[in-house]
C-alpha cells in the first residue's frame, strides 16, 4: 500500500497549503474573539471565501472586510510569488455554516450537567413558591416547589 502521502492529488496538497497560508494571514488582522470562528474556505475568482460559524460572526466579518481585503492584498505578496497563476483578491465573501459541535448545549442538558452546583434563591422568592405549593392541588407541582422553596439563601 502506497503512504498517503503519494496518494492524495498533488494539486490539492497545494490548494491546502495555500489556505492555510491566506488563514494564517487572515487571523493576523481579526480581533482575537474573531479568530475561532472563521476559516478561508476557498480561493475562486478572485473571491477570498470565508466560513463562519454563525451569522453574528458573520456580519462582524462583513463590517471587517474593506480592511481584511486591503490587509490581503497588501501581505500576501509571498503567497503570490509562490503561485504561477495566483490572483489578486478583489472580494470577500462570507457565508455561515453551523457547526454542530459548536453549538451551544440545551438549557435542560446544561442544567443538568451543573447538578453539583447549589441553587439559591432569595427568601421572599422561597416565601412565594411556598405560598403557591400550598395553593396547588397537583402532588407531583406542589412537591417540587416546595423543593426549590428550601434551597433559600441563609
Partial sequence: MKPLSE?????????ARKLD??????????????RNHVEVANIRNRNLML????PVWATRLRQLSPQILQFIRENSA??????KNAQVIHHVQIQTRYNTSRTPQPQQQRLSENKHRELKISRKTARLLSQSADSIN???????????ARHAKD
Fill in 138 to 148: 397537583d402532588e407531583k407541582l406542589k412537591s417540587a416547589l416546595l423543593r426549590i
Fill in 7 to 15: 496518494q492524495i492529488n498533488p494539486k490539492f496538497v497545494i490548494q
Fill in 21 to 34: 497560508r491566506y488563514t494564517q494571514l487572515l487571523h493576523r488582522i481579526l480581533p482575537i474573539e474573531c
Fill in 51 to 54: 466560513i463562519t460559524d454563525s
Fill in 78 to 83: 509571498d503567497i503570490a510569488t509562490r503561485e
